[in-house]
């Protein structure tokens, strides 16, 4: 069975940082670009960072850029979004999804580019 499965998500105080992990099973992620999306109750799904197959070419949502930072480990078919200085404005069920998605900076965030798509965790930014 082909999926994505995040984790790392929970509760944590303004200030705060948090590591998700997306990790891949039944298939390799190597030659997959990764993007990161979050939803809040209300919202639509944005795109917050995207990572290349090669970690060449990384993008970040301007309302994260500086904070969060994405990476990738393809021996482990695992990729990383370390979120530092959270604030309440990103609580959200983060999302990883694959996909074969060019390094452009004007497709990474669409989520229709993506194929395959983890279940989501939780991350709630709250004193």
């Known amino acids: 069975q082909l999926q994505l499965v995040e984790s790392g998500g929970g509760l944590v105080q303004p200030g705060g940082s948090l590591r998700l992990s997306c990790a891949a099973s039944?298939?390799?992620?190597?030659?997959?670009?990764i993007g990161w999306f979050r939803q809040a109750p209300g919202k639509e799904r944005e795109g917050v960072a995207y990572i290349s197959p090669n970690s060449g070419t990384t993008y970040y949502a301007d309302s994260v850029k500086g904070r969060f930072t994405t990476s990738r480990d393809n021996a482990k078919s695992t990729v990383y979004l370390q979120m530092n200085s959270l604030k309440p404005e990103d609580t959200a069920v983060y999302f990883c999804?694959?996909?074969?998605?060019?390094?452009?900076?004007?497709?990474?965030?669409?989520?229709?580019?993506?194929?395959?798509w983890g279940q989501g965790t939780q991350v709630t930014v709250s004193s």
């Open positions: 039944g298939f390799r992620l190597d030659n997959l670009a």
């Open positions: 999804a694959a996909g074969v998605v060019r390094s452009t900076g004007s497709t990474w965030y669409m989520a229709s580019k993506y194929v395959y």
